[in-house]
Nanobody, 120 residues
Framework: QVQLVASGGGLVQAGGSLSLSCAAS?????????MGWFRQAPGKERELVAA????????WYADSVKGRFTASRDSAKNTMYLQMNSLKPEDTALYYC????????????WGQGTQVTVSS
């Protein structure tokens, strides 16, 4: 059974940094594929901000975070990370990690959200 647990959110001033973690128990090359970080701000739709392939060699970023956020994976720890630098108030949102089912591109597995609040 795949279980994702996100952590690392908090309150930071604009221009600061935060690092999120997503521990993925039960994820193997046979059960999970690519992983991603989504966020949802109040009154807005959930959006994908970063994605990373199973191997970690491929990444994708939304234009709004490109150059500021970096996704990475530690296969040994079965954990995905999101390093967020130069944070802006508009980055404030509930951040979720998710994983695709192996062989598909649909995000099937979801972790609980972790709140990121950036003050101006």
């Amino acid at each position: 059974q795949v279980q994702l647990v996100a952590s690392g959110g908090g309150l930071v001033q604009a221009g600061g940094s935060l690092s999120l973690s997503c521990a993925a128990s039960g994820c193997t090359i046979n059960t999970c594929g690519g992983m991603g970080w989504f966020r949802q701000a109040p009154g807005k739709e959930r959006e994908l901000v970063a994605a990373i392939s199973w191997s970690g060699s491929g990444t994708w970023y939304a234009d709004s975070v490109k150059g500021r956020f970096t996704a990475s994976r530690d296969s040994a720890k079965n954990t995905m990370y999101l390093q967020m630098n130069s944070l802006k108030p508009e980055d404030t949102a509930l951040y979720y990690c998710a994983a695709t089912r192996a062989g598909t591109v649909e995000f099937t597995y979801w972790g609980q959200g972790t709140q990121v609040t950036v003050s101006s």
